[in-house]
């Protein structure tokens, strides 16, 4: 059974910096693809980043520059990186494995608020 752990949320300031982890077990020696969706109150789920375990990375636009995406394979964790974040940065920040299908962690708030 695969497990995927996010973690890392939190609150910080305006022009802030957080850094989120997920980990993924259970039988699969590597994920094709791993990242990070995000929901605000109100609003759909949407891509945050993704990355292939070979290295190929999507964004969404309006994190490019801010954050960065990073993996390690061996240990089928992924890690985003966030800096400058902003007010509108804030929800509720999901991690997704995929090899075969697409396995969902537990959702970390990260709230950007002065």
């Known amino acids: 059974q695969v497990h995927v752990v996010a973690s890392g949320g939190g609150l910080v300031q305006p022009g802030g910096s957080l850094r989120l982890s997920c980990a993924a077990s259970g039988g699969i020696s590597t994920f094709y693809s791993m990242g990070w969706y995000r929901q605000a109150p109100g609003k759909q789920r949407e891509l945050v980043a993704d990355?292939?375990?070979?290295?190929?990375?999507d964004y969404a636009d309006s994190v490019k520059g801010r954050f960065t995406i990073s993996r390690d394979n061996a240990k089928n964790t992924v890690y985003l990186q966030m800096d400058s974040l902003k007010p509108e940065d804030t929800a509720v920040y999901y991690c997704h494995a995929d090899q075969f299908r697409r396995y969902w962690g537990q959702g970390t708030q990260v709230t950007v608020s002065s």
């Open positions: 990355m292939t375990a070979g290295g190929s990375t």
